[in-house]
């Protein structure tokens, strides 16, 4: 048997064979086309069978699917590592003669490892594999058809020449016998006629001698011209076998440019992947950065602006912790940007992979790599506004360091109205290490001026911050502990003692003040949020 061995296992791609096997009839017609479902006579043995039409065929198509690796008998041992199994037998048997082995992959299976296989069947990693998509199946097996049409073989015009030359002379044969059953009836008749019934029967029998050589002479001309017109189509197949071989050659090559496509556009993906990740990164850092920029210059305007000296420092930590918010706001429309960007990288690929031709492939992938590059210029950029927030943070940290470390800082103001307080002393001191577990109650000296109303109340208050500030600033905290004063207008000095009920754990303490104003003896709309002295900080042990 000459043609095509369709190799597969029932339990990983009977399906995929049995479709094969039909769209290659359909594109080869006469070739003979082996699968063992529907092509063993009955009562045959067929193992004995299957080995026979290995040996005879042209080309053996190894289908490997998903789990034709790792298929296991009823024990649980794998099908291949058994000598008889028998699509180990068919892949090895062709191994052997030298026969055409096509590994030829479905759904999305890949070729297994050399060092997986068995050492008889090691050979099937170095035959050229061919892909058969469910998306391109009928693109695929025609290229695949266009492969094969070289290599195997049809009923060949030489076998035809022999059928019709026994035709002929068969022919031939029966005419001759026609004329000498004739002369010899002839013969008998003339010896028991008369001359005359002689003469004629002699007659008919030469008519029938020429009319044999005429069928003859027809047979031998039908002949010529068979062969003729066989050597005809001999000469067209071949010519139709090299225009394949083109044909088949260019496939490869346009499938080889696809692939590089498809692979610059995946390497694309990553790329872009990994900028968007630096992004969201540096979206977090620079949140962090911006955030003590700006709670830098919160601090800093708590401080009092009386001074020249002061107002240019506490105006360069808000102009920090502004720049800083804006940068952050930037960095955040890179990683919009590179998020949107990455949607196109991943249409793009997906348009490579699913295109039919290498052109398509080549166009999406060269958009692929353009949106990339996009992210990564977008990442540059993020990187660049990262910069700013962290060196902003550093600069409004540093200037609210420089106004702490400034002599008669102790006090906030409301720079709209002019009210002010200020600690002139405290007990206990602010170089204390306070206990959680044994608190204690504060005692301050106090300077005030009210200048926005007649009457106010002061609220004097503790603010508990988490160990992990490090200080007595920052979003994290709560009041624990704090008293209210009525004021006049005015400025004056009081003493007023803070009690604070201690817990907290590992901790740090602020003092802050705020104003209010006075309803009857009672707080009613807010004057003046002073916030947390900058100096008078404690630090809290459990």
């Not at 050399?114 to 099937?124: H, Q, R, S, T, V």
């Not at 003859?216 to 001309?221: G, I, P």
């Not at 992938?365 to 060196?391: C, G, H, L, P, Y």
Request: include cysteine; proline fraction near 4%.
């Amino acid at each position: 048997m000459s043609g095509i061995f369709i190799s597969y296992r029932r339990s990983d791609s009977e399906g995929w064979a049995g479709r094969l096997s039909d769209s290659l009839k359909a594109e080869l017609g006469r070739v003979n086309i082996f699968r063992d479902i529907e092509d063993i006579p009955p009562g045959v043995e067929f193992d004995t069978y299957i080995e026979t039409a290995v040996s005879s065929c042209d080309v053996l198509i190894a289908i490997i699917g998903p789990h034709w690796l790792t298929a296991a008998n009823s024990d649980g041992q794998r099908r291949l590592d058994d000598p008889k199994d028998f699509t180990r037998l068919e892949i090895v048997g062709a191994l052997k003669r030298n026969i055409r082995v096509i590994p030829t992959l479905v759904g999305n299976a890949a070729l297994p490892n050399g060092d997986d296989l068995p050492e008889d069947i090691k050979p099937l990693v170095r035959r050229q594999t061919y892909e058969l998509s469910d998306v391109r199946w009928a693109d695929d097996c025609r290229r695949l058809a266009a492969v094969l049409k070289p290599i195997v073989k049809r009923e060949s015009w030489f076998t035809k020449k022999v059928a019709v030359s026994l035709l002929m002379t068969f022919l031939a044969l029966g005419a001759a016998g026609v004329w000498h059953w004739y002369d010899r009836q002839a013969e008998n008749l003339r010896l028991e006629a008369d001359g005359q019934r002689q003469a004629e029967e002699a007659r008919i029998a030469q008519e029938k001698a020429a009319q044999a050589k005429v069928i003859r002479e027809k047979a031998e001309k039908e002949e010529a011209e068979s062969n003729a017109r066989l050597a005809q189509e001999e000469a067209q197949r071949k010519a139709a076998g090299e225009k394949d071989a083109k044909a088949q050659q260019d496939a490869i090559n346009l499938a080889a440019a696809k692939r590089d496509a498809v692979n610059r556009a995946q390497k694309a993906l990553a790329t872009a992947g990994r900028g968007v990740s630096r992004i969201t990164q540096l979206v977090q850092d620079g949140n962090i950065y911006a955030k003590r920029a700006v709670a830098a210059g919160v601090n800093a305007g708590r401080y009092s602006a009386s001074s020249q000296a002061n107002l240019e420092i506490i105006r360069r930590a808000r102009d920090a912790g502004a720049k800083a918010s804006n940068a952050l706001r930037q960095i955040k429309d890179s990683e919009q940007s590179a998020n949107q960007q990455l949607i196109t990288v991943r249409e793009f690929v997906t348009a490579a992979e699913q295109s039919s031709d290498n052109v398509g492939a080549e166009r999406a992938s060269d958009s692929a790599i353009r949106a990339a590059e996009k992210i990564t210029s977008a990442a540059s950029v993020a990187d660049q506004n990262f910069q700013i927030t962290r060196d902003m943070a550093q600069v409004a940290e540093s200037a609210l360091a420089e106004l702490a470390a400034s002599p008669g800082n102790d006090g906030v103001v409301s720079s709209t109205a002019g009210d002010s307080v200020s600690i002139i002393s405290l007990t206990p001191p602010v170089s204390t290490t306070l206990r959680a577990s044994a608190p204690p109650t504060f005692t301050l000296e106090l300077r005030y001026t009210l200048a926005s109303s007649d009457r106010a109340i002061m609220a004097i208050y503790l603010e508990q911050y988490p160990a992990s500030r490090g200080n007595c600033t920052g979003d994290t905290h709560r009041t624990n502990g704090g008293t209210r004063i009525s004021i006049s207008r005015g400025t004056r000095s009081l003493k007023v003692s803070v009690r604070w009920p201690g817990g907290g754990g590992s901790s740090y303490l602020g003092i802050g003040a705020n104003l209010w104003a006075d309803v009857g003896g009672n707080p009613g709309k807010q004057i003046h949020a002073f916030g947390v002295f900058p100096r008078y900080c404690f630090r809290v042990l459990p």
